[in-house]
């Protein structure tokens, strides 16, 4: 089972930034990912890649404005989300799996979550 912590959520105002951080137990997992549940929603996929950065995927309500990274060296993946809406506001998990899917049952291993909120 991989540990995940994440950091970097906050408050920020429409049209900021943030960028979230995922660190890794162990090196090399192959498929990290985002999702992220709004109070009262679902919880979704955001974004995921793999290991080498050659198999990237986004929610379509997130592309164009939010860019997944990961550093292997540092076991860590980070959600750069920039333009961010008040509809972003949600609690974001990162998550570790073994394949390439963005189904969030396919993820074995999560972080406990970090609270992004956007104020309009």
């Known amino acids: 089972q991989v540990q995940l912590v994440e950091s970097g959520g906050g408050l920020v105002q429409a049209g900021g930034s943030l960028r979230l951080s995922c660190a890794a137990s162990?090196?090399?997992?192959?498929?990290l990912g985002w999702f992220r549940q709004a109070p009262g929603q679902e919880r979704e996929f955001v974004a995921a890649?793999?290991?080498?950065?050659?198999?990237?995927r986004y929610a379509d309500s997130v592309k164009g404005r939010f860019t997944i990274s990961r550093d292997n060296a540092k076991n860590t993946v980070y959600l750069q989300m920039n333009s961010l809406k008040p509809e972003d506001t949600a609690v974001y998990y990162c998550a570790a799996n073994g394949r390439e899917t963005t189904g969030q049952a396919d993820y074995a291993s999560w972080g406990q979550g970090t609270q992004v909120t956007v104020s309009s």
């Open positions: 162990v090196r090399n997992t192959y498929i």
């Open positions: 890649i793999n290991w080498n950065g050659g198999w990237i």
